[in-house]
């Protein structure tokens, strides 16, 4: 039986009191660890305060991006050990977000993803296909390549640790939400193309997370499906009141 994630990717949304105050109500609501895995990303400015609120709770913390290096010059960027200082167990590796607007390739997320693990830190990492990509029937041969690139070299016992997030780029901050048949299918293709590197009894163990528009209205008939396994949530995890709503049906 597998624990489904319930994430909350705040992106560049929230000051400090506003994430504290959304914490302290998280926490009220969700005091006892339950069957589901509740995870909040805020900014970097945000992750230490948040920790503070939430660390004796069941409540997780992931960050949003990471560097590959331990340390060095590279300004404005920040390293897996700092993550772990602020509270962080979760990180979002290659945020579609991240792979257009920053240019982060499929090679780069590799090296995220190997850094995280070797600091302990989760990845929770992202793959989907564009648009085009669906359109031009290529959606699967895409997604099939961001897993085969970014977990190149990586260990079957450390894949274990990933969970994975399907979003299609056409579904995020657009309010057009796979079909869950669509997404259902997609993430059976995910768990199929993961077995063939970790065998099937433990791909059917692995998280797969579907992002991607998901609200309170939809996430009932997406947890539905077999293969899904949890939500990575944008703009309805920045409301308190739909992010526990959506806690709450996938609590069912
Ligand atoms: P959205 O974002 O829920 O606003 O579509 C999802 C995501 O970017 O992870």
Known sequence: ??????????????????????????????????????VVAPPFTALR?????????PIHISAQNMHWEEKGAY?????????????????????????????ETDGM???????????????IFCIGETLEDRESGTAFEVIQKQIKEGLNNITSDDIKQIAFAYEPVWAIGTGKT????????????????????????????????YGGSVNPENTGSLMDQPDINGALVGGA??????FAGIIKISKR
């Open 75 to 103: 300004t404005g960027e920040i390293s897996t050990a700092m993550l772990v200082d602020a509270g962080c167990e979760f990180v979002i590796i290659g945020h579609s977000e991240r792979r257009t607007l920053f240019g």
């Open 1 to 38: 039986m597998i624990n489904p994630i319930i994430a909350a990717n705040w992106k560049m949304h929230k000051t400090i009191p506003e994430a504290v105050k959304f914490a302290k109500q998280l926490k009220k609501e969700f005091p006892e660890p339950g069957d589901v895995d509740i």
């Open 49 to 57: 305060p948040v920790m503070e609120v939430l660390k004796d709770s």
């Open 237 to 242: 995890g920045l409301d308190f009141e739909s």
């Open 178 to 209: 796979a079909t869950p048949l669509q997404a259902q299918e997609a993430h059976r293709f995910i768990r199929e193309t993961i077995a063939t590197d970790l065998g099937y009894a433990h791909a059917s163990k692995t998280v797969i997370i």
């Open 109 to 123: 997320l590799n090296r995220k993803i190997r850094a995280a693990l070797k600091s302990g830190l989760k990845p």
